[in-house]
């Protein structure tokens, strides 16, 4: 077996930026794989980069219908990784403080990681439901996703900032985890 050393072009800057209005921590996604060629790799745009997994089963998890209107920013390498529990399956919609408009609607079962990767710079407030038996509706020529067993609805309380932060290194690019789960004391609204 040939061995192969590489060193990465990338510098990877994990100082911690403070501001007067918040603390942006920097985090990063390498893959690393020795058996794809470069040109073997899916792209930002295939639905292989954005997919739920479960073992070997691969599902997309942002349906087409309510994504019509879908913004990504394919040069930017963030993400949102949501995990979810085995209590519930979870829509959750990306939306915009300053538009109130929903950018990406994501669905996912229980027991399942999802990354929503090139989400484009601005505050975003995550907007949740908790059911089982998916679906979609169309409303005033919106296509909705919904629960038709609805158990809870939420409005996350985070912010999300994913605006880069541009220091004399290079660049901060914000991504953040979230866990959603119901719990038997939680009040179904």
């Known amino acids: 077996m ?20 918040e603390i942006n921590i920097p985090s ?51 993400y949102l990784r949501i995990t979810t529990g085995n209590t519930t399956e979870v829509i959750v919609q990306i939306v915009t403080l300053d538009t109130e408009k929903s950018i990406r609607t994501v669905y996912i079962k229980r027991n399942e990681k999802y990354f929503v990767r090139n989400i484009p710079e601005n505050k ?29 609805n939420e409005i996350g309380e985070d912010i999300l900032d994913f605006t880069v932060i541009k220091t004399d290194k290079g660049k901060n690019v914000p991504s953040y985890n979230i866990t959603l789960d119901l719990n038997d004391n939680d009040p179904i609204h």
């Open 2 to 21: 040939k061995k192969t050393n590489e060193i990465g072009d990338d510098i990877l800057d994990f100082n911690i930026l403070k501001t007067e209005k």
């Open 28 to 78: 990063y996604n390498l893959s690393i794989d020795m058996l794809k060629k470069e040109s073997e790799l899916p792209d930002g745009s295939s639905e292989e980069s954005n997919t739920t997994v479960n073992g070997d089963n691969y599902e997309q998890a942002e349906p087409k219908c309510p994504n019509q209107n879908s913004k990504y920013d394919k040069n930017l390498d963030n």
């Open 124 to 152: 975003y407030k995550l907007i949740i439901s908790y059911g089982d038996n998916y679906g979609e509706k169309t409303v005033d020529g919106l296509c909705i996703a919904y629960f038709k067993d609805e158990k809870a």
